[in-house]
């Protein structure tokens, strides 16, 4: 073979191949960046596990016999459980920045949970720029987000 000839079906990409590749992986990136949620979630997941929680204080007040409680501010919300005829402080979680908390029920932000699971009445509306969720605890003690 002379020197300088090319050799037919010599292995390699074209400009144009490398191109379609990078113009792909920039669309796949795109996409897995458009689909990451907010940091800190969004603020239909901060009332769902608001929600989750109320519903597990009430189903430890029910198992156990004795009664749970549910307080929500300005900071978060703290549950805490009936023990020796005091409350004690079960868990605490602060609101993700930018969330706010308005409460409105028979106890200012409270609700307890008795051994039957009934509840005092709570309505908590989070707020986060202009959108809102709130989470409502009925007097039977169900609670439901409502959007």
């Known amino acids: 073979m002379a020197c ?14 490398l191109m379609v590749v ?28 608001l929600a989750a929680r ?3 204080a009430r189903d430890e007040a029910i198992v156990e016999a004795r009664p749970a409680a549910l307080a929500v501010g300005q900071g978060g ?20 920045e930018g969330t706010r908390a308005e409460a409105a029920g028979t106890f200012e932000g409270q609700t307890r949970f008795d051994a039957t699971g009934a509840a005092d009445p709570l309505n908590v509306t989070l707020r986060r720029g202009n959108r809102a969720v709130a989470v409502i605890i009925g007097n039977d003690g169900t609670v439901r987000v409502e959007r």
């Not at 919300?77 to 993700?96: C, E, I, K, N, P």
């Open 4 to 17: 300088g000839a090319t050799r037919r079906g010599e292995a390699g990409f074209t400009l144009v191949e």
């Open 22 to 49: 990078l113009v792909i992986l920039g669309l796949a990136a795109a996409a897995v960046v458009l689909a990451m949620p907010a940091p800190g979630g969004s603020l239909e997941t901060e009332a769902e596990r």
């Open 77 to 96: 919300y703290t549950l805490s459980r009936r023990t020796g005829g005091a409350w004690q402080v079960v868990a605490h979680q602060d609101w993700v």
């Open 54 to 56: 109320a519903k597990a």
